[in-house]
């Protein structure tokens, strides 16, 4: 981690799978073939007491809600849009500190299933 060394609760949403319209390659770009993603976000909050039940719980359904969307989107060119817009989404509750977002397309390659990902503080978001 790059961020300071206190303790932090790390709240995942592992193996989201959903389909979308996506990519810069021509085979991408027919609405008839959304690519298969895996997405995957890692939530870091800062712990400022000893126990967690103190803490409360870091809420993810309005990031899976957003998630659940994106059979219906416009077509998005860069996966690098879709990062950004999904970390905007891990910020909304104040108490996240930092955030990882990786996305795998699945299945467009028969040799390998290419992926982006981003960590970012909330400082370098604002």
Avoid at 31 to 55: G, V, Y
Avoid at 60 to 81: A, N, Q, V
Wanted: charged fraction near 30%; proline fraction near 5%.
């Amino acid at each position: 981690m790059t961020f300071s060394q206190s303790d932090h609760l790390i709240v995942r949403l592992k193996s989201v799978v959903v389909e979308t319209r996506c990519g810069i390659h021509p085979w991408e770009q027919h609405p008839e073939r959304p690519n298969k993603l895996s997405i995957d976000i890692s939530l870091f909050a800062k712990l400022e007491h000893r126990s967690l039940a103190t803490f409360g719980y870091i809420d993810y359904d309005h990031i899976r809600d957003f998630l659940k969307g994106f059979p219906e989107r416009e077509h998005t060119p860069l996966l690098e849009t879709l990062l950004d817009e999904i970390v905007d989404k891990c910020f909304a509750d104040d108490r996240v500190e930092a955030c990882r977002v990786s996305i795998t397309k699945l299945s467009i390659f028969n040799e390998c299933e290419p992926a982006v990902e981003v960590y970012r503080t909330r400082a370098m978001w604002k």
